[in-house]
Structure formats: C-alpha cells, structure tokens
C-alpha cells in the first residue's frame, strides 16, 4: 500500500490549495479515506473523511471551508482548502485503514501567511 499526498505550498491569508493522496495497493473505491494534519508541537489531528459512497465528516475548525472529495477511477482523494487561516498551517497527511493496519502518506505542508 502506498499513499503519495502532493498540492500543499504557501498561501496568503484567504488563500485556496487543493491536496491530492494517490493510492495504490489497496480497493479503494470501497476505502474509508481520512486527512490528518500536524502542526508544530500539536498532535495530529483528523480533519476530513470520506466514505466509499462520498459520505464526508468535517472538524469543526474546517467547515465550511474544506471540501474532501475522491476520484475513485484515478484512486485519488483531495482535500479542497479555501479561505485559508494562519492555524490551517501544518503538515497534512492521508491515511486510510487497510486489513487492520493504518497506512499514511508521506505528508505535504500547508503553511497560511499573514
């Protein structure tokens, strides 16, 4: 299973990004999908989810404002981000639940200037 998280960069306050998670090694039109973010000296926190019929959750912190989708032909997820806020700021991760065990991507950074 392999988990390749691309899209993040450097965006002014307001600013929009879009994060993608390709996956591969897994059937993941019936996958459960999650982003996850890290910032500095905080513990990782779940952001987004997606289900297989395109069921999403929401952090509170983020609604509203994200947009979690997939693209199950291309087994990709993304992670839609508009009005951006400094404490959007953090390393983002796609993680998805496969046969018991947590797979993560390699993380991409978000980082919301002011």
């Known amino acids: 299973v392999q988990l390749q998280a691309c899209g993040g960069g450097l965006v002014q306050v307001g600013g929009s990004l879009r994060l993608s998670c390709s996956a591969s090694?897994?059937?993941?039109?019936?996958?459960?999908m999650t982003w996850y973010r890290q910032a500095p000296g905080n513990q990782r926190e779940l952001v987004a989810g997606?289900?297989?019929?395109?069921?999403?959750y929401y952090v509170d912190s983020v609604k509203g404002r994200f947009t979690c989708s997939r693209d199950n032909a291309k087994k990709t997820v993304y992670l839609q981000m508009i009005d951006l806020k400094p404490e959007d700021t953090a390393l983002y991760y796609c993680?998805?639940?496969?046969?018991?065990?947590?797979?993560w991507g390699q993380g991409t950074q978000v980082t919301v200037s002011s």
């Open positions: 993680k998805v639940r496969y046969g018991g065990v947590d797979y």
């Open positions: 997606i289900s297989s019929g395109g069921s999403t």
């Open positions: 090694g897994i059937n993941f039109g019936s996958i459960y």
